[in-house]
């Protein structure tokens, strides 16, 4: 009998890991122009779903793949913590505009042959036609303090001597050491947001990806709340979905008011009477198998509504509760889909970098640890040429630069 290899070993599963990210990192962009003041929630959600259908339907093309989402547009303002995507016929939530100079977290992803890249980024809502100014003050402090505090994070999920340089026993020591804990983790990203007057969001989770499941048996719960905790640690060979939640409030959360529209099939079996719930399941089974999905995703929104209850009261279905930061403060999150190999860290599918030279505050990070950490690299560099590639001639340079960028040629 044939066994496939679906792990990282196997060049196809980062081929289809790359591809969907590729394709979110691209969804991704375009929904971020879209959220500007004054534009529904709603439509923005519908268009990021079109703009990914589009683009995986232009990838592997008539190969016996499975395509879809792992994950459908979410668009949760300021204090939202959890994704948000309302539905059309609700009317009041229907109505639901960002306003100008919130954070809103834009979460998606697609996924390949049950390979998912799910990325999530914090865009300050600007007026339409505004050139984006240099962001100051409180809404700066928490944009640092999310970056900051995800370069952190990303560095922590490395193996304990991974990148260690220098002798054979120096490289053993340090692969000896024991992983930090999911306590001291939390520690030090808690120095990063104080450092900026900000709190890490209550149980902000990653968890380990697999094939066709995007909360496999590992996880690392930073802040947990009462009665979570994380298990595992990040080893070579995986593929995790990095979470980092940060808030201008305490951090606590609470459940919101709005309709719970986001769920998941789970592996549960249930004898479902009402017609309505049989068919909704046998629709989500068939679009979207084991990933998240939107009720306003599935073919008649009303039916949805009415079968989605007795698919959770069965659980069949998980549903994902809509929370926000208790005291309604500003929250921003990032989710950055990473492969952990022999060299380091891949960052499979990421929200773009911070551009640091328009976000200015007036606090800084102090902390010598946690400096010492982020001055470290992800990944090792593995002597591949990227200037290798043809480029445009450039006008000439001082004899003096050339060689120097021949040096930095060998060097790399």
């Known amino acids: ?6 792990t990282l070993n196997n060049p196809d599963t980062l081929t289809k890991y790359k591809t969907a990210a590729q394709i979110s990192e691209k969804v991704l962009a375009e929904v971020s122009r879209l959220c500007v ?58 109505a639901v505009e960002l306003q100008a100079g919130e954070p809103v977290k834009i979460q998606l992803g697609a996924q390949i042959d049950g390979f998912g890249s799910i990325l999530c980024d914090t865009v300050l809502a600007k007026k339409a036609d505004e050139a984006q100014d240099v962001i100051e003050g409180r809404s700066a402090d928490l944009l640092l303090a999310t970056y900051y505090a995800n370069e952190l994070l ?46 890490l969001v209550e149980s902000t989770t990653s968890w380990l990806f697999d094939r066709n499941e995007i909360e496999g048996k590992k996880k690392i719960v930073i802040a947990p709340g009462e009665g979570t905790k994380g298990e595992g640690v990040p080893e070579v060979g995986e593929v995790w979905g990095v979470e ?13 008011e709005q309709r719970t529209t986001l769920h998941r099939r789970t592996a549960n079996t249930y004898a479902l009477k009402r017609p309505t719930s049989r068919k909704i399941l046998s629709e989500v089974q068939k679009k979207f198998g084991t990933f998240p999905f939107s009720l306003r995703q599935l073919e008649d929104e009303r039916d949805a509504k009415s079968g989605v209850i007795e698919c959770v009261r069965g659980n069949v279905f998980r549903q994902y509760e809509v929370t926000g930061d208790k005291d309604n403060a500003p929250v921003a999150r990032l989710l950055t889909t990473i492969a952990i190999t022999k ?40 002597g591949k040429n990227k200037n290798k590639k043809k480029k445009k001639k450039p006008a000439k340079k001082p004899a003096k630069e050339e060689d120097e960028d021949e040096e930095e040629s060998d060097d790399e």
């Open 37 to 94: 003041a004054g534009s529904k929630i709603v439509d923005i959600c519908e268009q990021g779903d079109k703009l990914i259908e589009e683009e995986l339907s232009k990838v592997y093309r008539g190969k016996k793949i499975t395509k879809g989402f792992s994950h459908p547009t979410t668009v949760s303002p300021a204090a939202f913590v959890t994704p948000y995507t309302p539905l059309r016929s609700d009317e009041k939530e229907a």
């Open 154 to 199: 990303l560095r922590l999920m490395l193996p304990p001597g991974l990148l260690t340089q220098g002798t054979d026993e120096e490289k053993a020591k340090a692969a000896a050491a024991k992983p930090r804990t999911q306590s001291q983790i939390t520690s030090l990203l808690e120095k990063v947001a104080q450092a900026y007057e900000c709190n």
């Open 1 to 6: 009998m044939l066994f496939l290899d679906y």
């Open 244 to 256: 980092m939640g940060v808030s201008l409030g305490s951090g606590k959360v609470k459940q919101f």
């Open 343 to 382: 060299n380091g860290i891949t960052k499979l599918g990421a929200p773009p970098a911070l551009d640091l030279s328009k976000v200015k505050s007036d606090k800084k990070i102090e902390d010598e640890e946690v400096l010492k950490i982020l001055e470290q690299p992800l990944a090792r560099n593995t």
